[in-house]
């Protein structure tokens, strides 16, 4: 539904389900909550749709769907191939999907919470820069249905069913279902069709609540996905007509559960949250982006990767809450496990260029506390730690290897002082740390066959407030981080006259920093007229590096752009009729460390028309409504046979370009 006047007051009573304790929005610095009707009258499928609207969040365009993210500056663009490790951990309904989060579809989620920052105490080595964490709709006591039907350009159509129902008076049960389809706005010239870079989406929730007794209740949650998506979105000239004439795909298929039990003792409460995830990818690709006739040589090249991934978690927590003591207390014990098989096949001109299977088994154990003293009513210090081990074995054709037994801490000390009732001070200093690793392969550099942990210290100071009897609400901080060790997720072609030898690989630089501010402001003007504004400065900067491609001493991390901004308006011009605005504008940036190419600046506008009735809803919606080419991934090396010189270019993948469509919701409660 759209957003309205009587969402003012929710804000206030906002949940932060990623924390440790469950905290107000409002105690926190540096993590930003999306509510679902604050951007689903805009057409969205996706978090790529909806990142512009978190300062510095970024995310990387490599495949059909976003897998990875960037919280100020930090975070992977992609991992083809090697042990799974990221720097930004992303979780949905207490499943853990850090790095395969493809089926990232906001069909039924009714809040977005991003926390900025190590992370480390609550999801130590996978939240270095930070988490993003999605929250499904909550069951309900009573019947609601809502159907949704979207139609637009690009040939898209999509088909949404999400109903509550109670299936007794302890027990309440909700199942969300959306399937999506459209061409991929790319038109493929050698077959003379326009889906080859198709998306077909099919998703399935089901969410339940049980009330077992007085003290103790159950959420299970199920997630099935399928995504059968083409990929066939790069070419030559960095148009929108690829001569690709083997058919990429981007698949992923999902089936992944969540238990979360709690128990309430007289003055202690136990959690207990496990989970298991079972995820088969296939991505495929011409990599040569053409074909014979475009060539006029025999130059041929396709890749195929197929990756298993099976994820088991298990959290088991206690916290004191006696409402008489001036403390709080969390202790608990965390365990996963990651099974990971990856089978990559590579053919270059009808002759097996690679041929590689490989097997990765990790584990992971944790011990994690975190301490909070009131001192007074106006003033609060807590302390966080964490210690984690993490070990692995890694097999495949060309290596056997063992880790070593990584072993990292990550601690968080804080304060909030309520300065007055409407105004909030907060200070954190944390830690975290992100395992080390191997590169694989046989055509790796013995300089760079491994790689150790990175730190990253941050210290932030925020101020959350109200003002004007709460119309105005301000949260906004400064922080600034250094990176020990930082790991750089980069690429190089070993090989100049060679396309096949470009190969992707993490090495360690000395150190980096990243600062900057952001900024965010919930202004209800009238009760007819709101706005959400958010912004985001950052300087991140290699401080020390190695000379190997290039000097980057100074440099502008990757991904990095020293400013985002963007603005939601929403204007109630009657009780059935609204229209609602999204402005949003974002500096260039370098695409990798191993070269100095740039993605420029853009801007980027969606409108929307939402009529209601009492249970229908029809919204008119165009997405970039300025048609801008704004860059989603850039590479840059050499591609043209017919080159004697075989010089490097860059080579641009765009985001997707103006669409117009219209949503039909019908609801009943």
């Known amino acids: 539904m759209a957003w309205t006047q009587d969402d003012m007051d929710i804000i206030e009573e906002i949940t932060v389900y990623a924390s440790l304790d469950n905290s107000p929005s409002e105690d926190l610095i540096s993590t930003t909550v999306l509510l679902s009707d604050q951007y689903e009258a805009f057409s969205v499928f996706s978090i790529q749709d909806i990142s512009k609207f978190i300062p510095n969040l970024n995310w990387s365009g490599e495949g059909s ?43 039924g989620i009714s809040q977005v919470e991003v926390l900025r920052g190590p992370q480390g105490t609550i999801n130590g080595s996978n939240a270095l820069a930070g988490l993003v964490y999605l929250k499904s709709e909550d069951p309900e006591d009573e019947l609601s249905i809502d159907t949704n039907f979207q139609f637009g350009s690009d040939d898209l159509k999509a088909y949404g069913f999400n109903f509550s129902l109670p299936l007794s008076n302890t027990v309440s049960a909700r199942y969300m279902v959306q399937k ?40 299970l949650n199920l997630l099935v996905a399928d995504f059968n ?152 210090f807590n ?22 037994d ?68 301000l949260k906004s901080q400064i922080f600034y981080s250094s990176r020990n060790n930082q790991q750089i997720s980069t690429s190089m072609q070993l090989d100049p006259q060679d396309p096949l030898s470009f190969i992707y690989l993490t090495k360690n630089f000395d150190a980096g920093e990243n600062k900057g501010i952001e900024a965010e402001a919930d202004i ?42 963007s603005a939601l308006l929403n204007y109630q011009l009657n009780d059935n009729l609204q229209i609602q605005g999204s402005f949003f504008k974002q500096d260039g940036y370098f695409f990798d460390e191993s070269h100095d190419q740039q993605a420029t600046g853009y801007s980027l506008v969606d409108i929307a028309v939402v009529y209601s009735l009492e249970h229908t809803q029809i919204t008119f919606w165009t997405k970039n409504i300025l048609n801008q080419d704004y860059p989603i991934r850039g590479f840059y090396f050499s591609n043209d046979p017919n080159d004697p010189l075989y010089l490097p270019n860059l080579f641009i993948r765009s985001g997707d370009p103006v669409q117009a469509g219209i949503t039909l919701d019908y609801l009943f409660h």
Do not use: C
């Open 383 to 404: 302390i966080g730690l964490r210690t984690e081990e993490h070990l692995f074995d890694y097999l495949d054709s060309d290596l056997d290897y063992s880790s070593p």
């Open 229 to 380: 998506n083409g990929y066939d979105a790069w070419t030559n000239d960095n148009s929108r007509k690829t001569y690709s004439d083997y058919l990429g795909k981007d698949k992923q298929n999902l089936n992944a559960f969540s238990l979360n039990y709690h128990h309430q003792f007289d003055e202690l409460s136990s959690r207990l949250v496990m989970s298991q995830s079972n995820s088969n990818m296939f991505i495929a690709y011409d990599g040569d982006w053409g074909n014979d006739d475009y060539w006029g040589v025999l130059y041929d090249f396709t890749s195929e990767t197929q990756r298993v991934r099976k994820q088991r978690t298990f959290d088991w927590s206690i916290s004191t809450n006696s409402p008489e003591d001036n403390y709080n207390l969390i202790g608990g014990l965390y365990l996963k496990t990651v099974d990971e098989e990856n089978m990559i096949d590579e053919i270059y001109n009808g002759f097996v260029y690679r041929d590689s299977d490989s097997v990765f088994n990790g584990s992971y154990l944790a011990l994690y506390g975190d301490f909070k003293y009131f001192l007074s009513d106006q003033l609060t």
């Open 524 to 565: 209800f003007f009238s009760q007819r007229l709101h706005a959400r504004l958010s912004a985001g400065f950052l300087d991140a900067v290699f401080a020390d590096t190695p000379e190997i491609p290039l000097n980057l001493r100074g440099r502008e991390q990757a991904y990095a752009p020293s400013f985002q901004w």
């Open 406 to 473: 990584y072993i990292n801490q990550a601690f968080t000390l804080g304060s909030v002082y309520q300065l007055s009732d409407l105004t909030q001070i907060i200070f954190t200093a944390s830690q975290g740390y992100k395992f080390g690793g191997i590169n694989i392969g046989t055509v790796v550099p013995n300089e760079f066959r491994f790689y150790d942990s990175e730190n990253l210290m941050s210290y932030e100071l925020g101020v959350n407030s109200e003002l004007l009897d709460g119309a105005v609400r």
């Open 65 to 107: 769907r976003t897998r990875y993210f960037q919280i100020r500056g930090i975070g992977e663009r992609e991992q083809y191939q090697g042990a799974p490790n990221a720097s930004v951990g992303f979780i949905i309904d207490d499943i853990d999907l850090t790095g395969i989060a493809m089926a990232s579809n906001l069909y």
């Open 180 to 219: 999506m389809g459209q061409n991929g706005f790319m038109e493929n010239e050698f077959y003379k069709v326009d889906d080859t870079n198709h998306r077909n989406e099919l998703i399935h929730r089901l969410n339940t609540r049980i009330n077992l007794t007085s003290r103790s209740d159950l959420n």
